[in-house]
């Protein structure tokens, strides 16, 4: 389990440029494995463009009261980007404005931003869709202060979607930390108590499962069913829906893959599970990831690559979604991440 | 030229094998990949049937293969070397099993 984020270690993946070399170096320059952008070349999506814009996804900073070993945010307690009360009014004036019906709330622990309730409540006046906030579960309970947080959502109706990385507490702590499994299957019992997950509460709870390791998420219908039959039986927890998320050699994640010299073998297998038909559906498509700061980008991936996007307007203060909507989406070889298999987004499989 | 006869990266070279046999390696893997489809078993109880006669077999190739697939499919190391056992005790107990025939012809063959 990583204890540090790369930056606080000044390990030199924290840096993204080292990261870009990496991926765009190697065994794609030497031609071993064929650059993303040629095989999307190969079914007419290159440049890859955005269709309709449906997802606004903010993240409200990288500080998180955990550090998850296959992190691409390189979040963690020692991270102190936090989106101040200035960038989220710009947010606001383009969540009252925007096509988008989903707004979604991401970090670190989006929660340990000293403005996250205030953002909620005035967010949530905006008539957005479906309003999520993706929450690391433990959150709830790490501090007195938080534990009121199930009411605070169900009062605001937000749509809760939860790490779970494994319904076993082996395979969580080794990805999480010690403590991480038990506490969180006490957050997920405490949205239960107050109707999340539950059949006709509206309150929705969806779980998001990544793979714990070098390896790619199997079928998303039989691990949901997997994880729904052992929290049920074990714990007697109900949620909605599970999405399987491929995790992309970004940050922490990939200097594992490098540290247990699985890269190259991980690569091949994202390669090779390349399927055409996730390019139409990828999640750069339909969403613009906005950074604590205020940036701009086509999805979190290129926020944490800090690969801006290729249009004249690149941050929240200029928004304007016509200009924003004619841009090519930026891509490199950790796009093969979300077009493998049966495809990856934050909501799970796209294809 | 690999140090080893087993090279790990031969492994991704698996489907070429059809190249020098286009029929028979295409039957093979048509063959193969509807075995692996769910059926009357499920496809993570056939995940585990292949890791435990992968060792009996004892094909490494296999071996990481399907401990990658029952990585995929949630599966537990536990449930894993359970099955692992389970292929053990088959065939120490194929072993074993002959030494029924040993008795019968030690028996025969003493006064």
Same mark, same amino acid.
């Given at each position: 389990?990583?204890?540090?984020?790369?930056?606080?270690?000044?390990?030199?993946?924290?840096?993204?440029?080292?990261? %870009?070399?990496?991926?765009?170096?190697?065994?794609?320059?030497?031609? !071993?494995?064929?650059?993303?952008?040629?095989?999307?070349?190969?079914?007419?999506?290159?440049? +890859?463009?955005?269709?309709?814009? !449906?997802?606004?996804?903010?993240?409200?900073?990288?500080?998180?009261?955990?550090?998850?070993?296959?992190?691409?945010?390189? =979040?963690?307690?020692?991270?102190?980007?936090?989106?101040?009360?200035?960038?989220?009014?710009?947010?606001?004036?383009?969540?009252? &404005?925007?096509?988008?019906?989903?707004?979604?709330?991401?970090? /670190?622990?989006?929660?340990?931003?000293?403005?996250?309730?205030?953002?909620?409540?005035? $967010? @949530?006046? $905006?008539?957005?869709?479906?309003?999520?906030?993706?929450?690391?579960?433990?959150?709830?309970?790490?501090?007195?202060?938080?534990?009121?947080?199930?009411?605070?959502?169900?009062?605001?109706?937000?749509?809760?979607?939860?790490?779970?990385?494994?319904?076993?507490?082996?395979?969580?702590?080794?990805?999480?930390?010690? /403590?991480?499994?038990?506490?969180?299957?006490? =957050?997920?019992?405490?949205?239960?108590?107050?109707?999340?997950?539950?059949?006709?509460?509206?309150?929705?709870?969806?779980?998001?499962?990544?793979?714990?390791?070098?390896?790619?998420?199997?079928?998303?219908? @039989? +691990?949901?069913?997997?994880?729904?039959?052992?929290?049920?039986?074990?714990?007697?927890?109900?949620?909605?829906?599970?999405?399987?998320?491929?995790?992309?050699?970004? =940050?922490?994640?990939?200097?594992?893959?490098?540290?247990? !010299?699985?890269?190259?073998?991980?690569?091949?297998? +994202?390669?090779?599970?390349?399927?055409?038909?996730?390019?139409?559906?990828?999640?750069?498509?339909?969403?613009?990831?906005?950074?604590?700061?205020?940036? %701009?980008?086509?999805?979190?991936? &290129?926020?944490?690559?800090? +690969?801006?996007?290729?249009?004249?307007?690149?941050?929240?203060?200029?928004?304007?979604?016509?200009?924003?909507?004619?841009?090519?989406?930026?891509?490199?070889?950790?796009?093969?991440?979300?077009?493998?298999?049966?495809?990856?987004?934050?909501?799970?499989?796209?294809? | 030229?690999?140090?080893?006869?087993?090279?790990?990266?031969?492994?991704?070279?698996?489907?070429?094998?059809?190249?020098?046999?286009?029929?028979?390696?295409? #039957?093979?893997?048509?063959?193969?990949?509807?075995?692996?489809?769910?059926?009357?078993?499920?496809?993570?109880?056939?995940?585990?049937?292949?890791?435990?006669?992968?060792?009996?077999?004892?094909?490494?190739?296999?071996?990481?293969?399907?401990? #990658?697939?029952?990585?995929?499919?949630?599966?537990?190391?536990?449930?894993?070397?359970? @099955?692992?056992?389970?292929?053990?005790?088959?065939?120490?107990?194929?072993?074993?099993?002959?030494?029924?025939?040993?008795?019968?012809?030690? &028996?025969?063959?003493?006064?």
């Amino acid at each position: 389990m990583a204890t540090k984020s790369l930056k606080a270690k000044g390990d030199e993946l924290a840096v993204s440029n080292k990261q %870009l070399e990496i991926l765009n170096g190697g065994i794609f320059a030497e031609g !071993e494995l064929p650059y993303f952008k040629d095989k999307i070349n190969e079914i007419g999506h290159f440049p +890859l463009r955005p269709a309709k814009l !449906e997802i606004l996804q903010i993240n409200v900073g990288y500080m998180c009261n955990q550090v998850c070993e296959h992190c691409h945010v390189d =979040a963690g307690p020692d991270r102190k980007e936090i989106m101040t009360r200035e960038t989220m009014y710009q947010c606001l004036d383009v969540i009252r &404005n925007t096509g988008a019906h989903t707004l979604d709330l991401t970090g /670190g622990a989006p929660e340990m931003n000293p403005d996250f309730r205030w953002f909620v409540e005035e $967010a @949530a006046k $905006a008539g957005i869709k479906d309003f999520i906030v993706r929450s690391n579960l433990t959150i709830i309970r790490a501090n007195k202060k938080y534990y009121d947080l199930p009411e605070f959502f169900k009062k605001h109706n937000v749509h809760v979607i939860s790490s779970m990385p494994h319904y076993t507490r082996g395979k969580t702590d080794k990805q999480r930390g010690d /403590g991480v499994f038990d506490k969180s299957i006490k =957050a997920l019992q405490e949205l239960n108590a107050v109707g999340y997950g539950l059949p006709g509460s509206g309150l929705r709870l969806d779980l998001v499962y990544n793979p714990s390791g070098a390896y790619l998420p199997g079928d998303q219908m @039989a +691990l949901e069913a997997d994880f729904k039959k052992a929290l049920k039986e074990d714990f007697d927890i109900v949620f909605h829906n599970l999405f399987a998320i491929t995790n992309l050699p970004i =940050a922490r994640f990939l200097d594992y893959l490098i540290a247990s !010299e699985n890269y190259e073998d991980y690569m091949y297998a +994202l390669v090779e599970a390349y399927n055409p038909a996730a390019v139409e559906n990828v999640m750069c498509t339909n969403t613009i990831s906005i950074s604590w700061d205020g940036w %701009l980008y086509d999805c979190d991936f &290129n926020q944490m690559l800090d +690969l801006k996007v290729a249009s004249k307007v690149k941050h929240i203060k200029d928004y304007n979604e016509d200009i924003l909507n004619d841009r090519n989406i930026i891509i490199s070889q950790h796009c093969y991440g979300c077009t493998a298999g049966a495809g990856s987004s934050c909501q799970g499989t796209v294809a | 030229m690999a140090d080893t006869y087993y090279d790990p990266k031969d492994l991704r070279k698996f489907g070429k094998i059809t190249e020098w046999s286009e029929e028979l390696g295409t #039957k093979f893997f048509d063959y193969y990949g509807s075995v692996f489809e769910e059926g009357a078993l499920s496809a993570r109880e056939k995940s585990l049937i292949a890791l435990a006669v992968s060792h009996v077999v004892k094909c490494p190739y296999c071996i990481d293969a399907y401990t #990658k697939d029952g990585l995929q499919k949630g599966i537990t190391k536990e449930e894993m070397m359970e @099955a692992v056992h389970v292929g053990a005790a088959i065939e120490s107990g194929a072993t074993l099993v002959h030494g029924v025939q040993m008795m019968n012809k030690y &028996n025969k063959l003493s006064m």
